[in-house]
């Protein structure tokens, strides 16, 4: 089974129009991305996009153009919260998927700012030229992808940029504090350019919609294209994207592990415990023989489970065994589809587990406990059993 895979390299950083320019130069219909900001009801403004180059490199540029802009705005009028920005996606003739996909961006950069400036997430204004931009840029970058619909979202590491950056505020350091916020546990790196690479858009736009941060591109490229920036520098100032496709690997829940060391319980109490843990919900458990401080043998207990079941296993741990405390972390498990199904044998029915990859059997297994049942029943040595039974399944 195959997944569709849009990959962002951001050798160069990225930002809101560099997206829009991208996403068009790979294939997204100019006019149905007009069509739908349309339905937002907003006024003044135009986009354009036009073919342009940087280093040799060409791609599609769009310009967010705004039709009239005030010299000196109003005290009231120079900025939109993001309060009214929200009431404005919400009421729009948007579908629900793109309006709760551009709401999620909105609101990411919103709390990046708040935390930047000390405000409410719900005072966070944003400047009325850029305002538009943003709101052309995001709402723009959600109908993309609802039009490309991609099983995955992949991004490179993020290039930052270095130097300062004019704002309202003054003078600012690059990356500026927003992006920093946005991108916090994704991999960066900087000073590629003195200049700013990234925005608080176009890091708010990764910040949501990525599901998988890496350089490695071991995918199918069905196609490439570039979103070429406004700018000029030493770097080219680009924004590639992939379209591709690659072999889906199932990816289950994220999962719990549960783990102590024990040195002083006697072995004996190992197979209750096992029992106890399986029955209240542990996925696996297992002991790994290690040698602790001052050379005492001990054993590692690890317990996996489902988020669900964490506590309750945490306090069976620590009234079924001689420990003191215990670790958790977070872990993600990667798991092959699975079919059990009954197969007929020579020795009777028996429960076959089969392993898929990328919708192909790799392997098959019977269950154990079905072949100790008919070794049982018949009085045949379990190892004659899993001879025959795995001679017939092939």
Same mark, same amino acid.
């Given at each position: 089974?195959?997944? &569709?895979?849009?990959?962002?390299? +951001?050798?160069?950083?990225?930002?809101? $129009?560099?997206? *829009? /320019?991208?996403? %068009?130069? @790979? =294939?997204?219909?100019?006019?149905?991305?007009?069509?739908?900001?349309?339905?937002?009801?907003?006024?003044?403004?135009?986009?354009?996009?036009?073919?342009?180059?940087?280093?040799?490199?060409?791609?599609?540029?769009?310009?967010?153009?705004?039709?009239?802009?005030?010299?000196?705005?109003?005290?009231?009028?120079?900025?939109?919260?993001?309060?009214?920005?929200?009431?404005?996606?919400?009421?729009?003739?948007?579908?629900?998927?793109?309006?709760?996909?551009?709401?999620?961006?909105?609101?990411?950069?919103?709390?990046?700012?708040?935390?930047?400036?000390?405000?409410?997430?719900?005072?966070?204004?944003?400047?009325?030229?850029?305002?538009?931009?943003?709101?052309?840029? &995001?709402?723009?970058?959600?109908? +993309?992808?609802?039009?490309?619909?991609? $099983?995955?979202? *992949? /991004?490179?590491? %993020?290039? @930052? =940029?270095?130097?300062?950056?004019?704002?309202?505020?003054?003078?600012?350091?690059?990356?500026?504090?927003?992006?920093?916020?946005?991108?916090?546990?994704?991999?960066?790196?900087?000073?590629?350019?003195?200049?700013?690479?990234?925005?608080?858009?176009?890091?708010?736009?990764?910040?949501?919609?990525?599901?998988?941060?890496?350089?490695?591109?071991?995918?199918?490229?069905?196609?490439?294209?570039?979103g070429v920036g406004h700018r000029d520098s030493d770097i080219p100032n680009l924004l590639r994207v992939f379209l591709g496709e690659r072999e889906k690997v199932e990816r289950g829940t994220s999962a719990v592990l549960l783990e102590c060391n024990i040195d002083d319980m006697s072995p004996e109490i190992h197979g209750h415990l096992f029992d106890r843990l399986l029955g209240a919900g542990a996925?696996?458990?297992?002991?790994?023989?290690?040698?602790?401080?001052?050379?005492?043998?001990?054993?590692?207990?690890?317990?996996?489970?489902?988020?669900?079941?964490?506590?309750?296993?945490?306090?069976?741990?620590?009234?079924?065994?001689?420990?003191?405390?215990?670790?958790?972390?977070?872990?993600?498990?990667?798991?092959?589809?699975?079919?059990?199904?009954?197969?007929?044998?020579?020795?009777?029915?028996?429960?076959?587990?089969?392993?898929?990859?990328?919708?192909?059997?790799?392997?098959?297994?019977?269950?154990?406990?079905?072949?100790?049942?008919?070794?049982?029943?018949?009085?045949?040595?379990?190892?004659?059993?899993?001879?025959?039974?795995?001679?017939?399944?092939?």
């Amino acid at each position: 089974m195959k997944e &569709i895979i849009l990959y962002y390299d +951001c050798f160069a950083g990225i930002c809101g $129009d560099m997206n *829009l /320019a991208a996403m %068009v130069d @790979l =294939g997204v219909p100019a006019e149905t991305l007009r069509s739908e900001l349309s339905k937002l009801g907003l006024d003044g403004w135009t986009l354009r996009f036009t073919p342009d180059a940087k280093k040799g490199i060409h791609g599609t540029r769009a310009d967010v153009d705004l039709l009239f802009v005030p010299a000196r705005p109003a005290a009231d009028h120079a900025h939109r919260s993001y309060k009214d920005i929200r009431a404005l996606i919400e009421g729009s003739a948007l579908s629900e998927p793109i309006k709760q996909k551009a709401l999620a961006v909105f609101a990411k950069l919103a709390e990046a700012e708040a935390k930047v400036h000390a405000e409410r997430v719900e005072d966070v204004l944003f400047h009325e030229v850029g305002a538009v931009d943003s709101i052309v840029d &995001i709402v723009g970058a959600a109908i +993309c992808l609802d039009y490309l619909k991609p $099983d995955k979202v *992949l /991004a490179s590491r %993020v290039e @930052l =940029g270095g130097g300062f950056v004019q704002c309202r505020h003054g003078l600012i350091p690059v990356p500026a504090p927003a992006v920093v916020e946005l991108l916090r546990g994704a991999p960066v790196r900087s000073g590629a350019v003195e200049a700013e690479t990234t925005t608080p858009t176009g890091a708010a736009i990764l910040a949501v919609f990525v599901d998988e941060w890496t350089d490695d591109k071991r995918f199918t490229i069905s196609k490439t294209a570039y979103g070429v920036g406004h700018r000029d520098s030493d770097i080219p100032n680009l924004l590639r994207v992939f379209l591709g496709e690659r072999e889906k690997v199932e990816r289950g829940t994220s999962a719990v592990l549960l783990e102590c060391n024990i040195d002083d319980m006697s072995p004996e109490i190992h197979g209750h415990l096992f029992d106890r843990l399986l029955g209240a919900g542990a996925a696996d458990v297992w002991l790994t023989p290690i040698v602790m401080k001052k050379s005492r043998s001990a054993v590692l207990l690890s317990v996996l489970c489902g988020e669900e079941a964490e506590d309750a296993l945490a306090e069976l741990i620590l009234r079924e065994t001689t420990t003191l405390g215990l670790r958790r972390s977070r872990v993600e498990k990667t798991a092959l589809e699975r079919e059990t199904r009954l197969v007929p044998t020579s020795l009777g029915e028996i429960s076959v587990k089969t392993a898929f990859l990328g919708g192909k059997a790799i392997r098959a297994k019977p269950e154990y406990e079905d072949l100790r049942r008919i070794a049982s029943e018949r009085g045949i040595p379990l190892i004659e059993v899993f001879s025959t039974v795995a001679r017939e399944i092939g």
